[in-house]
Each structure stands twice: as structure tokens, then as C-alpha cells.
């Protein structure tokens, strides 16, 4: 995809050293940054994704969306917010998945597992061809994945969805984790159903309150 394309989305508050230039993937984790990635320099609770914007540079990346303007020689698409910035992205690379899917999410503190098994049988039985990402694994096109976590982040989530498209499945169920929603994974998955369990306090650490 060219970056002009991902600039359009993104609309950025600024834009430096633009060039024509062609993306080839999408990445914020220095360990895996595929040749000619768009690399989101995320802020972590313990790392800043900008204080390691040259290492992803010398892995390969092609350009950089940032929240401010680094000292580097390739492109870079300064935004308010880059977990959300990653969201539009991942959803516009990936070709916006989630209007070709039902998508049903499930939420709560307890519950959200045995809830979307649940609910992937049923359109399963229903013959409505469901993928599936939880805590305990993933589906996609029929054929079951170890899970490394519940929520993905939003290049994962959407790489998914676009895997379940290509693959057939014409809908998902997916576990909405609390941190997955505080940390925009989920903006720009498209729902046809949500569902929410319970509130317990459990999740306070994040809620701060009932």
C-alpha cells in the first residue's frame, strides 16, 4: 500500500519528509519489523515505542507514526494518539475486515470464555462459519491457534480478521478484554452484537471504580 493512502486516513497533524514510498506491512515491536513496515512508535507502561525508533529503522522500517518529531531520515506521520492512529491503520492496510464479518464481542470480568464458546457453537450450528479469538485459542478458517493473549493488538486483531475473510469464515466472536479496549485494540472492529457479562473487582487496578 503506498503511504499516501495511510496519510489520507491517519489525517496527521503534521507530516515530515514525505516520499513516495510503498508499505509492505504494519509494525509497533522492534523484535518483528518487517522490510518496509509502517512502525507505530507506541507508549508502553515501561517502554516508549519513540526511544527505539532506530532500531526499527535498521530493522527495516519504511516510515514512522509518531506523537512527536524525531531525529530521523524517513518519513513520519505525527498524531495526537498512536494506539489509535495503529487502529485506523491496521484497519484501512488489512482493507476494513470487518465489514465482511458478524462480529459479535463478549466483556466482563468473568464469564467471557465460556460466553464465546458459547456463542461460536451456535453459529457454528447455524452454518454462519465462525472464527474465533480468546483467551484460550484462536479459530480461523476452521483450523484452531495457540493463543498468546486475549485482546491482540490492533495490527494482530485486524491481520486476523482478514485471514478469516480469505479463508471463509463469514462471521467472529470475539473476548473483549477491559486493557484491550483501554488501549484502542478494538477501535474500528466493526460489532453486530456485544455482550457483557459482569463488573466485579477484579478490574478495578484499571477502572478505578465500579
Known amino acids: ?3 499516501e493512502a495511510l496519510i489520507r486516513a491517519l489525517a496527521p497533524s503534521e507530516v515530515t519528509g514525505v516520499r513516495p514510498v510503498a508499505i509492505g506491512d504494519l509494525a509497533y515491536d522492534t523484535r518483528n519489523v518487517p522490510k518496509g513496515a509502517l512502525f507505530f512508535c507506541v507508549r508502553g507502561e515501561r517502554v516508549d515505542g519513540h526511544d527505539l525508533a532506530w532500531e526499527a529503522i535498521e530493522r527495516g522500517a519504511a516510515a514512522l507514526v509518531v506523537e ?4 530521523v531520515n524517513i518519513p513520519q ?17 488489512f482493507g476494513e475486515p470487518t465489514r465482511k464479518l458478524e462480529i459479535a464481542a463478549v466483556t466482563g470480568t468473568n464469564g467471557k470464555t465460556t460466553t464465546a464458546f458459547l456463542l461460536h457453537s451456535m453459529l457454528e450450528a447455524a452454518g454462519r462459519r465462525p472464527g474465533l479469538v480468546g483467551t484460550v485459542r484462536w479459530i480461523v478458517g476452521g483450523e484452531e491457534r495457540r493463543a498468546p493473549f486475549t485482546t491482540p493488538e490492533a ?3 485486524q491481520r486476523l480478521f482478514r485471514e478469516m475473510v480469505d479463508s471463509g469464515d463469514r462471521s467472529a466472536v470475539i473476548e473483549a478484554s477491559s486493557h484491550g479496549s483501554a488501549f484502542r485494540r478494538l477501535d474500528r472492529v466493526r460489532l453486530d452484537a456485544a455482550v457483557f457479562t459482569n463488573l466485579s ?6 477502572h478505578g471504580t465500579m
Open 1 to 3: 500500500m503506498d503511504l
Open 68 to 71: 512527536r518529531v524525531l531525529d
Open 77 to 93: 506521520l505525527v498524531v495526537e494518539d498512536v494506539r489509535a492512529a495503529m487502529a485506523v491503520a491496521a484497519d484501512t492496510f
Open 155 to 157: 495490527i494482530e486483531l
Open 201 to 206: 473487582q477484579d478490574h478495578l487496578d484499571l
